[in-house]
């Protein structure tokens, strides 16, 4: 019987750190988890920023002020780095960009699907691979 009671009890604990873990994160502390620099996995892929000549390296910076710098570096003999200022917010667990550079409506685009972690970033966009980034800093 008191095996049993000790099964129940364990089984009980780990029902609740699994609920706790996977339990949606608010808007706000996804926000404060995306704040930092953050390197891409694979700059090729195309899901923001669309090239189609090689990529070397694709990096975003998320503000706590809820704007981002994005920056985009060709491979050797493309065009030189292409450096954009975004707006961003997280509202209903989903990432909302804003162009703020030159010529912008001053739009929030489409939301994003995301999921973030101390060490990694996923973006994902319709018809497109998962985009993959990993923190360069905090």
Known sequence: MQVRRIAILALSIVAVAIAWWAWPRSDK???????GTWR??????????????????????????GTLIYV??????GPPPKTEQWGWRVQKRRLQLQYLGEGSTQEWMSPVKLSVSATRLSLYRKSFPVKEFTRVSS
């Open 29 to 35: 502390s996804l926000a404060e988890a995306v704040v």
């Open 40 to 65: 891409a996995v694979d700059p090729n892929n195309g899901a923001l920023h669309k090239r189609s000549e090689g990529v070397k390296n694709e990096e975003v910076t998320f503000r706590p002020d």
């Open 72 to 77: 985009v570096e060709s491979l050797a003999g």
